[in-house]
């Protein structure tokens, strides 16, 4: 990696949906161990920009590095392979495995041994090690009495942490979390700002896409604020809560056109 | 303590044989047969959730292989086997790879068609496949100045069924068969855990026909005949039925739905004749209405109320 340059860079992303332009020229950067919130209304564009870089869908015109490689238009496979990992706004848990499993699945990439030598029946001192490891996340997350628990048992704010414990089990250098706040309780909210301040802690570069001011506000270390596609705000949290343009987008003020 | 399991296993389930009369070796040959098929086919379905109809196809090209390399070809023996392996191995490739770049059932209707499409070259196959009448009238051959016959290749059906086993559970057991299991529950969340989810179904696929494949080259030297109606369609579904009155996902529940609806028949034709096939469907809907994991989840939910 290039020293100094950041380990995310978006540039002049653009993707249209027929005439409706999602998102117009979006650029902005991210670091390891930096939390960076994507903010606006409705249609603004969060989505998309997290759907391009996590490789659910392409886009038009622009380019997205990672540790200063093009990702653009790589599957969701390869972009987790790169060391990008995503939890899901909606959980999406494998509802046949236990808890300890579902964070093991999203250790995938870490597994060396080939599928040959598992058949030999190699591969069994990796596999304890990486379950003693899936082990820990699950701890830190705080699910760590539901390890062996069916996933069909978890509240939906502990399937929101189970989703955190497995995007952290493939060791990612960069994590996504779409929404994280939607649907949870202030208790649990509070636990959430913990943990993903913890994941910045260990350098791990963190992309938030939320609607939740409140959540992200104190949460975050830089805002970039979207509407209608386009930045129209980038700082501190505290520079972005007394921008007029910001204000303008949220209190829904009319703008000359 | 695990390895003593294995061959206390294999010491039973090969020691049998030798105390059965030849009517009974034949059943229980073909039981073993069955139990191999299901384990081979609920990883397919049952771990990995694809629908396939082709796992008895698979049986047929390796049993007809087998026989075509060794008595119309006469290559050595270990040659044909490997050879056979490979056939197999290759039509699942050529099948798998398009199906699973498609959507949802194409994989069901591309094997649907294969299943179809090898009755139809079995029967036009002319002196290769024998046609209609299929290839008779052949021996195994001997390996090192033995043929092994009786009971004792009822031992060989025997290895085949736990190597099988052990194969699917060393597989099951690992980052693949995680990896299955979350393409199975929830494709767009495995692929964003980095697991390639076209891939998984196609090495998946590939490796299970190629059992499946095996299975049937230890199958032509059980009748040591091949002919094309013992590779119908009937027998594709009666593996899946099998594996969902048994329990979906679980292996011991391949082997108690296999159990199950081979022997239903020898009890149930004296009363009913062929109408034993009714109480199959019946069987199949009321598993997936009643108890969808099967005969082994009617178990787990008994044993959870004991404890």
Redesign the interface.
């Known amino acids: 990696m290039r020293s100094g340059a950041a380990l995310l860079e978006v540039q002049r992303l653009t993707k249209r949906f027929g005439g409706l332009t999602a998102v117009a020229g979006l650029d902005f950067t991210l670091g390891g161990g930096e939390i960076l919130g994507l903010i606006g209304p409705n249609g603004a564009g969060k989505t998309t920009t997290f759907n391009a870089i ?1 490789g659910t869908f392409g886009a038009d015109e622009g380019e997205i590095r990672f540790a200063g490689e093009p990702i653009l238009g790589l ?3 390869q972009i ?2 790169r060391g990008i ?2 939890t ?1 706004q909606h959980n ?6 236990p808890v300890i ?1 579902n964070v ?6 870490r ?1 060396s ?1 080939s ?1 040959w030598s ?2 030999a ?1 190699g ?1 069994r001192r990796e ?1 304890a090690e990486l379950r003693r490891r899936a082990q820990q996340l699950v701890e830190f997350v705080g699910l760590g009495e539901l390890l062996e628990a069916d996933v069909s048992t978890l509240s939906f704010g502990q399937g929101r942490l189970l989703e955190i414990a ?1 995007a952290l089990a ?1 060791e990612p250098r960069l994590i996504l979390f779409d929404e994280p706040a939607a649907g949870l309780t202030p208790a649990e909210l509070e636990r959430l700002g913990g943990i993903i301040r913890g994941i910045a802690a260990r350098g791990i570069a963190v992309l938030v896409i939320e609607h939740d001011m409140r959540f992200l506000l104190p949460l975050a270390s830089r805002v970039v604020v979207l509407n209608f596609g386009a930045k129209i705000a980038e700082g501190t949290p505290e520079a972005v809560r007394a921008d007029p343009a910001v204000l303008n987008a949220y209190l829904g003020e009319p703008r000359n056109a | 303590m695990s390895a003593l399991r294995w061959l206390a296993a294999f010491a039973v389930l090969a020691a049998l044989p030798f105390f059965l009369g030849s009517y009974y070796n034949d059943v229980y040959r073909k039981l073993l047969l069955w139990i191999t098929l299901a384990l081979g086919y609920n990883f397919l379905f049952g771990i990995c959730g694809q629908i396939a109809f082709s796992h008895f196809a698979f049986y047929g090209v390796g049993a007809y292989s087998i026989v075509i390399f060794l008595f119309q070809l006469e290559l050595p023996f270990p040659l044909a086997i490997l050879l056979g392996v490979a056939l197999c191995a290759l039509v699942a490739l050529a099948v798998a790879i398009p199906s699973t770049r498609l959507e949802g059932f194409y994989l069901a209707l591309a094997t649907l068609a294969l299943a179809q499409l090898f009755i139809v070259v079995l029967n036009e196959g002319g002196a290769v496949t024998g046609g209609t009448g299929g290839l008779a009238n052949y021996r195994l051959p001997e390996v090192f100045g033995v043929r092994i016959a009786g009971p004792w290749y009822t031992v060989v059906i025997v290895t085949l069924l736990l190597g099988t086993l052990a ?1 699917l559970l ?2 099951d ?4 068969g ?2 299955c ?2 393409v ?3 494709p ?10 076209a891939r998984t179904k196609v ?1 998946a696929f590939t490796l299970t026909s190629a059992l499946a494949g095996i299975a049937g080259m230890v199958y032509a030297f059980v009748d040591n005949t091949v002919n094309p109606p013992i590779f119908g369609l009937d027998n594709a579904f009666l593996i899946l039925f099998m594996v969902i009155v048994g329990g979906a ?1 679980r292996h011991a529940g391949a082997v108690v739905g296999a159990i199950l609806l081979f022997l239903l028949p020898f009890f149930l034709s004296p009363l009913i004749g062929h109408h034993h096939v009714l109480v199959f469907g019946l069987l199949v809907v009321a598993a997936m209405l009643v108890q969808p994991r099967g005969l082994i989840g009617i178990y787990d939910a008994l044993r959870r109320r004991l404890a």
């Open positions: 996590a599957a969701p496979h987790a392979a990992m995503r899901f999406r848990p494998f509802a046949g495995m499993e093991l699945v999203g250790a995938h990439r597994f041994t599928l598992v058949l029946g591969g596999e497995r493939g | 194969v060393r597989l057991r690992s980052w693949f995680r990896a299991r979350a199975r529950d929830n767009q969340a495995a692929a964003a855990m980095g697991v390639d989810v090495v996902g």
